[in-house]
T-cell receptor
């Protein structure tokens, strides 16, 4: 079956613009995670969704970042008023439950000019 | 903040040799996982070892876990050029979310 799909694969935008990144998890996976990978910070957890439970937003770096997961499937990560330090690869992962192997998409490479 | 520290940061070996990567962490864990990442791609899960396990094998991969020392190692035997990639350890904490805390990774180059 299909793996985790992320779009767009690359996004270049000007500082101050808003961006939306999409993640389509593996069908049937109840848990979904967003991570950010950057040269300076490595791989960082951003946010976690599990079924209908309240998301764990503890990794979001500022209130410019938000995410939602509609219908327990597709998730969108939104960054408002982008800054240059937001440049990174944003990775999405899904899994069948907590403490299970995570399946990653190929990420969205975000570049802020 | 990073939980895992990996060493070496970079490793270069000849095809056929074994590669060993080490990972240390700071807090109690539910499990420890190893992932591989090829350039420009997402992470691929290799192996998961739970806190009550000491060793696990998968093909040419062998992972050990020492919870008393808060450390793990990944051994790749009989390496191939296709094993060239970055390898990350990630700890799954005992909290409910299962979020992973990643180390900085080891870049492995296998020369043909």
């Amino acid at each position: 079956g299909a793996g985790v799909s992320q779009s767009p694969s690359n996004k270049v935008t000007e500082k101050g613009k808003d961006v939306e990144l999409r993640c389509d998890p593996i069908s049937g996976h109840t848990a979904l995670y967003w991570y950010r990978q950057s040269l300076g910070q490595g791989l960082e957890f951003l946010i976690y969704f599990q079924g209908n439970s309240a998301p764990d937003k503890s990794g979001l770096p500022s209130d410019r970042f938000s995410a939602e997961r509609t219908g327990g499937s597709v998730s969108t990560l939104t960054i408002q008023r982008t800054q240059q330090e937001d440049s990174a690869v944003y990775l999405c992962a899904s899994t069948t439950g907590t403490h299970q192997p995570q399946h990653f998409g190929d990420g969205t490479r975000l570049s802020i000019l | 903040s990073q939980q895992g520290e990996e060493d070496p940061q970079a490793l270069s070996i000849q095809e056929g040799e074994n590669a060993t990567m080490n990972c240390s962490y700071k807090t109690s864990i539910n499990n420890l996982q190893w992932y591989r990442q090829n350039s420009g791609r997402g992470l691929v899960h290799l192996i998961l070892i739970r806190s009550n396990e000491r060793e696990k094998h998968s093909g040419r991969l062998r992972v050990t876990l020492d919870t008393s020392k808060k450390s793990s190692s990944l051994l790749i035997t009989a390496s191939r050029a296709a094993d060239t990639a970055s390898y990350f350890c990630a700890t799954g904490l005992s909290s409910n979310t299962g979020k992973l805390i990643f180390g900085q990774g080891t870049t492995l180059q296998v020369k043909p």
